[in-house]
């Protein structure tokens, strides 16, 4: 169930100063890396059919951000873009619609009227987008655009420079400023995980987001090599759990690039099914950033509902 | 268990193994009946299906069966090791090729879930042929001398919880070092060392090299004392193993032996806990807790105690017992209903000794032997299941203060086969190791097994090793002018 | 059965770099006869800039190659054996052709050949065990060796031997995780460069054995001076090139493996394994327990 952020919880003076959270992020227990993976590795060998299987890939295209982040994109292909996220599939009505739409500040206008009407939610990255490399000014105002031209979602990318040289506190406060310019628009916040490196970096900024108010954690921006990985979702996941059970504050995971294949979605969705657990299992609280995972999502939508194996032919180019 | 995400059955499908009706011994390159004719069957311990019906060795076969073995030696130890190492290695190959069949059938027999068999059973099965195939015409560079002598004929007893791989851990060394065996594998568990012996056929292997004599625990009494036989390996309980050692006395042959174990997990406060967890979970439920190295003691830091059961207990919930043929099966049946007995009553002597008993919500299938996966809290040294091993999925939780307390509990115990350790710190991890007296020590992992790791215990849990360049030494006398044994 | 003798195809021989099939980029070819002056084939010559190349794909493959595990390698080994032992007869013709043996004593040097591939992938998980080890220094320390593949290797093989003695040469390289840029024999490179094919169809990576033919010493000199070149078997370089060579490779101190006379039908030891590994040795405090109070 959604809850509200409250202003005080269990660890609010964590964040009294800059020594102190970096006392509790360097607190945090340790993760094995090999173990890590292997229980990622070892989550990945269920075997999804059936019924089971057409609940993962409903779940699944329900969950999808639908993105388009490219220098090229153009309100036609945004349009259409948000007629897919709307209806995903010409040849049968019954398939969910997408989350949300992503796309960049400047083109959340076109976006929100592709999609009016539906329940498809407008996404929007801000604070300078994928890099974050600008004055905190440049960052709000790339904000407050995206949520003037009503944008329902940011995602922010973090000061990973700030992070990787262990200005923790700043970090935070740019999060914090980030969550009031978005008023009440819900704030994923990415980390870069391929950049942040290790996994301990990779929990140590899964608290500090959740401590500075995300309302969803994002591994990362899917402009880089290494992106979501089912090691550093499970991870974020364990991190969103343990938030929780200490706060009472329950916070979404996005995990972002790299996932193609629906059977890589299904894997992800075990992860949260035995890690985190089903109240994670709705895309209030679980979000896929990918594209052209909707296709192959649903050719195996297609191929459950007919017994045949589909092709590009019967999905859309969006 | 989430029931909004419900996995669906997922079923792998029998039809990959072909079982027969009834098997033979396998003696001298042939499927026979026993000389008195006497047969037992076997069965699947998660339905209590009759799987085939077996030829039971007596002490006839036993000999016709070592007889066999001494004619084959002859030829078998004088190949170039080049020539053993190409058996052994089309035998790796063909174990890959019918893995999926081989799977399936272990599962059947033993009772453990299809993902076990699959994932960790089978590709070690084929992982050790091939490493020992390697070492067969390298023997010089093994550190035994210059010209290591195989010692003639192997006999080699195994249990039911690793039926495959038990024999892969006997049979491939020895028949690298150029000995040949008669093997018996356990009762409950005869139907993989046929289809091996099938196996060999189908490699070529020369008649009388491997031999396979199911049987009870007589066959393999009759086969330990048989005076033709130059070495006994023996894997099983440690009351057997003592009977073995005092029969062994007096005589010429040489002897290893892989017995019980009460394993110690040592979690210290700064353990990454999440993954020590999974670590608990693989140490006791893997095989459902029926392994001689099981992490069956818990030893946890007391301050972090209340922190690891909580998440603990969250993870043992997610843990899907059921029907072992199923790919999501992660908790399969006990092997037979005698060891049912056996768990249940260690069981039930935990809690009369008034350690707190917990397991998570389980529903357990009407037929077939099932145990749910079960947590002692409260638990001290003094108590039985602290001590006694119970071969199933229970797991007995102590606590500690300090790292000597913790290794002097771990080390508190007639056993001393495995440990684990888990701890950020290095140097905590080389020196609390350094202290253990335990033959394998994992250190943020557990249950790790490589054809290449040597394994076996210290005190009442055996002697000697097997894998690795240290497993070579069991099967291998140093050379002699002569040449010969 | 026609009465007419069927024209057969000649194959055309390529390089093997980068797990393809190159010609040389010289554009050149040179003839190749047999023992008795007949022509067999043209080989690709090989320029400096072809060794550049399989340098360059050498370095590629060495991160994956080595960082697989030991039993990978094996299994990957053991499969060229496999292949090879499919294609005995080609082999067979082609070893006769190349070096003037009977069928029968050709048949018997393949023999010999697909059995070292075998000897060698049996070894590349057991190296370690022979020449690393825990050392007990004398502190509170826990210190262990273990053997690593030193790099990119150019291997010479034998002018003679052009089979039994360059899978001789070729294994021991790759076996234990280096990756290698082998100069086939000047006169009888036809069978390396068949081994290439097999070595494409074996799941060995591209990149980790390049086959090159040509001018011995026309390549040999580039790749015993390229800085990016960690090690050198100069098994087919004769007294003076091979002296040449190894001033060359001491600009970068490559580990040298001189010229020695081998009877490659004798079962090999370890120092073929051994010349191409890094020692490396690790040290880490164990701690104490200590009974006067843990600093634990």
Known sequence: MPTTAPTAHALGDVTASDSTLRRFLHGLPGVDAVGLEARAASLGTRSIKTTAKAYAIDLAISMVDLTTLEGADTPGKVRSLGAKAVRPDPTDRTSPSTAAVCVYPDMVAVAKEAVAGSSVKVASVATAFPAGRAALAVKLADVRDAVAAGADEIDMVIDRGAFLAGHYMKVHDEIVAVKEASGAARLKVIFETGELSTYDNIRRASWLGMLAGADFIKTSTGKVAVNATPANTLLMLEAVRDFRAQTGIQVGVKPAGGIRTSKDAVKFLVIVNETAGEDWLDNHWFRFGASSLLNDLLMQRQKLATGRYSGPDYVTVD | MASAFDYAPAPESRSVVDIAPSYGLFIDGEFTEAADGKVFKTVSPSTEEVLSEIAQAGEADVDRAVKAARKAFEKWSALPGSERAKYLFRIARIIQERSRELAVLETLDNGKPIKETRDADLPLVAAHFFYYAGWADKLDHAGFGANPRPLGVAGQVIPWNFPLLMLAWKIAPALATGNTVVLKPAETTPLSALFFADICRQAGLPKGVVNILPGYGDTGAALVAHPDVDKVAFTGSTAVGKAIARQMAGTTKKVTLELGGKGANIVFDDAPIDQAVEGIVTGIFFNQGQVCCAGSRLLVQESIQDELLDSLKRRLSTLRLGDPLDKNTDIGAINSAEQLSRITTLVEQGEAEGAERWSPACELPSSGYWFAPTLFTNVTQAHTIARDEIFGPVLSVLTFRTPEEAVAKANNSQYGLSAGIWTEKGSRILAVASKLRAGVIWSNTFNKFDPTSPFGGYKESGFGREGGRHGLEAYLAPSSPEGER | ?296
């Open chain 3, 1 to 296: 059965m026609s009465t007419v003798d069927r024209l057969s195809v000649f194959k055309t021989y390529k390089l093997y770099v980068g797990g393809k099939f190159p010609r040389s980029e010289s554009g050149r070819v040179y003839e190749v006869t047999d023992s008795k002056g007949k022509w067999l084939a043209n080989a690709p010559q090989s320029s400096r800039k072809d060794a550049r190349d399989a340098v360059v794909a050498a370095r590629k493959a060495f991160g994956g190659w080595s960082g697989a595990t030991a039993y990978n390698r094996g299994q990957i080994l053991y499969r060229i054996a496999e292949m090879l032992e499919g294609r005995k007869d080609q082999f067979v013709r082609e070893v006769a052709d190349a070096e003037g043996l009977s069928k029968s004593k050709a048949s018997v040097v393949v023999d010999a050949a697909i059995d070292r591939w075998v000897w060698y992938a049996g070894w590349t998980d057991k190296i370690a065990q022979v020449v690393g080890g825990a050392n007990p220094v004398a502190g509170p320390y826990f210190n262990l060796s273990s053997p690593e593949p030193t790099g990119v290797v150019t291997v010479l093989a034998p002018q003679e031997s052009s089979f039994l003695g360059l899978i001789s040469v070729v294994a021991p390289v790759i076996a234990t995780g280096n990756t290698a840029v082998v100069i086939a024999s000047e006169k009888s490179p036809l069978p390396a460069l068949s081994l290439g094919e097999v070595l494409a169809t074996s799941d060995l990576p591209g990149g980790v054995v390049n086959v090159l033919s040509g001018r011995t010493a026309e390549i040999a000199s580039p790749l015993a001076a390229h800085q990016d070149v960690n090690a050198i078997d100069l098994a087919g370089a004769d007294g003076v090139l091979a002296k040449e060579l190894e001033i060359a490779a001491a600009d970068n101190l490559k580990r040298v493996l001189r010229p020695q006379p081998v009877d490659y039908n004798e079962t090999p030891g370890i120092d073929r394994l051994t010349a191409f590994l890094e020692t490396k040795t690790v040290w880490h405090p164990t701690g104490s327990l200590g009974a006067s109070g843990s600093s634990y």
